[in-house]
C-alpha cells in the first residue's frame, strides 16, 4: 500500500472532494494547484503568518454535510512546511481515522482530534467570513442573519436599527455583494452608516475583491476620516494593491504611519509593499519605531514569499537613510545573538 504523505492523498483515498482556505493574514481560497505544490514542498506557503501556515480544509462525500479541519503548522527558514509536524499531524489522523475521514467518531476519537497540537480557532471575523465562503461555494443557503443585513443596506429597516446587525449577516452580504444589487446598495449606505456599521463591514470586505463603485467609496472615506480611523478603510482596499499604495503614500505625507497604521499594512496590505517607492516610505516608518517593534514586524513581512527578495535587497541599499540603515543594524544583531 502506498504511503500516504500529504492531506491530499488522503482525502483523496477517501473519495473526498475538499477546498483548502487560508486562514492567517485573510480569509481566501487557495488553488488546488498550489496546494499541492505547498504539500509536496515544491512551493513556499504564500501567505505566512508568526512562522506558521493556518488554514482550513473543508471535505465532503457527495451531498453529505462537510467536514472541516482548522490547521496550523510551522514553516521552515525558507517559507515550506516542516516536514516532521506535517507527518506527525497525518500520522495522527491515520491512527484516528484509519483511511475515511468522513466515518463516524467515537467520543474518544473526537477528543484525539480535538485536542491535537496543530489545531487553532479562528477569530469571531475570520470564522464569519469563513462560514459564508464556504456555504456560498457549496451552493448553501446564507446564514439566518443574512436577511436583516439585506434590509438594512437596502434601506428598508430603519438605520437606528444597525444594532441588531450580526457580523455572520454582514459576512453573508459582503460575499453576496454582486447578488441583488448589493454592491450598489453597501457602496450608497456605508458612508451614512455609524462607524461601529462601517469598521463591521470593512472588516468583511479586506478579505474580498471588490469592484467600483465601492472602492471609490472606500478611498473617500479613508481621505475623509480621522486618523484613528483610516485603517479600517485601508483594510477593506487591500484587493486594490495600487489604490493602497496611493493611501499609503497620503499617510507618508502627513506623518500618518504610527505603529496601529505599519502593523495593519503588514497583516492586510502587503501587497502595496511590491512597489519600491511604497516600500520605501513604509521602512523609513518602521525604522522610526522601537527596535524589537522593527524586528518583529520585518521578520513577519520578510516571511510573505512575494516581497522576500525585495525586502532581502532593500537591506543593502545604499541610498536608505541613516535611521533606517541603524535599524538594519540593530535587526542583524539581534539575529546573530
Not at 512551493?43 to 471535505?59: D, K, L
Not at 479600517?232 to 486594490?240: D, E, F, Q, T, V
Not at 536608505?320 to 541603524?326: A, N, P, Y
Request: net charge negative; charged share 15%; hydrophobic share 40%.
Amino acid at each position: 500500500m502506498t504511503e500516504i504523505t500529504t492531506l491530499s492523498q488522503f482525502l483523496a483515498t477517501a473519495n473526498t472532494q475538499f477546498q483548502v482556505y487560508d486562514l492567517g493574514r485573510k480569509v481566501q481560497n487557495i488553488d488546488m494547484m498550489a496546494f499541492h505544490q505547498i504539500e509536496s514542498l515544491v512551493s513556499p506557503y504564500p501567505y505566512p503568518i508568526q512562522g506558521h501556515a493556518q488554514f482550513a480544509i473543508v471535505f465532503w462525500q457527495q451531498s453529505e454535510q462537510p467536514y472541516i479541519w482548522f490547521i496550523k503548522l510551522p514553516l521552515d527558514e525558507q517559507g515550506l512546511l516542516s516536514p516532521a509536524p506535517r507527518q506527525q499531524f497525518i500520522k495522527m489522523i491515520l491512527e484516528a481515522l484509519g483511511r475515511d475521514p468522513t466515518q463516524t467518531l467515537t467520543e474518544e476519537q473526537q477528543q484525539q482530534l480535538a485536542n491535537h497540537p496543530f489545531s487553532f480557532k479562528p477569530n469571531q471575523h475570520k470564522l464569519a467570513m469563513f462560514n459564508a465562503l464556504v456555504r456560498k461555494q457549496l451552493g448553501q443557503q446564507a446564514s439566518s442573519q443574512y436577511e436583516f443585513a439585506a434590509q438594512y443596506f437596502s434601506g428598508q429597516t430603519p438605520s437606528e436599527n444597525w444594532q441588531h446587525l450580526g457580523l455572520q449577516g454582514l459576512a453573508d452580504l459582503c460575499v453576496r455583494m454582486k447578488q441583488f444589487d448589493h454592491l450598489t446598495q453597501i457602496a450608497e449606505t456605508l458612508p451614512k452608516a455609524p462607524i461601529e456599521v462601517q469598521a463591521a463591514t470593512c472588516e468583511c470586505l479586506e478579505h474580498l475583491v471588490i469592484e467600483q463603485p465601492l472602492v471609490d467609496t472606500l478611498y473617500q472615506l479613508f481621505s475623509q476620516s480621522a486618523a484613528e480611523f483610516k485603517g479600517i478603510y485601508l483594510k477593506a482596499l487591500s484587493s486594490h494593491p495600487s489604490v493602497c499604495q496611493q493611501a499609503i503614500a497620503e499617510l507618508h505625507h502627513h506623518n500618518q504611519l504610527d505603529d496601529n497604521m505599519l502593523i495593519t499594512i503588514a497583516a492586510r496590505n502587503w501587497t502595496a509593499l511590491k512597489d519600491d517607492e511604497t516600500r520605501k516610505f513604509y521602512l523609513e516608518a518602521l525604522a522610526k519605531q522601537p527596535q524589537h517593534f522593527f524586528n518583529q514586524v520585518f521578520a513577519d513581512i520578510v516571511a510573505i514569499p512575494s516581497l522576500r527578495n525585495a525586502l532581502l535587497t532593500d537591506l543593502r541599499n545604499p541610498n536608505r537613510s541613516e535611521q533606517l540603515s541603524h535599524a538594519i543594524g540593530g535587526l542583524f544583531k539581534a539575529a546573530s545573538l
